[in-house]
């Protein structure tokens, strides 16, 4: 059963940092792909960015720069890095990962960010 459970989210200023992170079991982490994803009410859920095994990232253009995202191969736990957060931050951050053709996501993790 793959498993996906995020920490780390919580109330920031604006032009503040948080990192979230997200541990990962039930999935073969050294070869997965991990992602994160943001979505707040009424809107669909975005994409933030990936990393590959390898720890090779891509982010989306609203967050180049300002995030980053690592992996904890000995605790198959990804994090990702926020930096100068601005209130249209403010969201539900999901760990995701698609393993074996099935999307799996965490239960999700509030951030919000104070003008």
């Known amino acids: 059963q793959v498993l996906l459970k995020e920490s780390g989210g919580g109330l920031v200023q604006a032009g503040g940092s948080l990192r979230l992170s997200c541990a990962a079991s039930?999935?073969?982490?050294?070869?997965?792909?991990m992602a994160w994803y943001r979505q707040t009410p009424g809107k669909q859920r975005e994409l933030v960015g990936t990393?590959?095994?390898?720890?090779?990232?891509n982010f989306a253009e609203s967050v180049k720069g300002r995030f980053a995202m690592s992996r904890d191969w000995a605790r198959n736990t990804v994090s990702l890095q926020m930096a100068s957060l601005n209130p249209s931050d403010t969201a539900v951050y999901y760990c995701?990962?698609?393993?074996?053709?099935?999307?799996?996501w965490g239960q999700g993790t509030q951030v919000t960010v104070s003008s």
């Open positions: 995701h990962t698609k393993w074996r053709a099935r999307d799996f």
């Open positions: 039930g999935v073969n982490f050294k070869i997965a792909t």
């Open positions: 990393i590959t095994s390898s720890g090779d990232t």
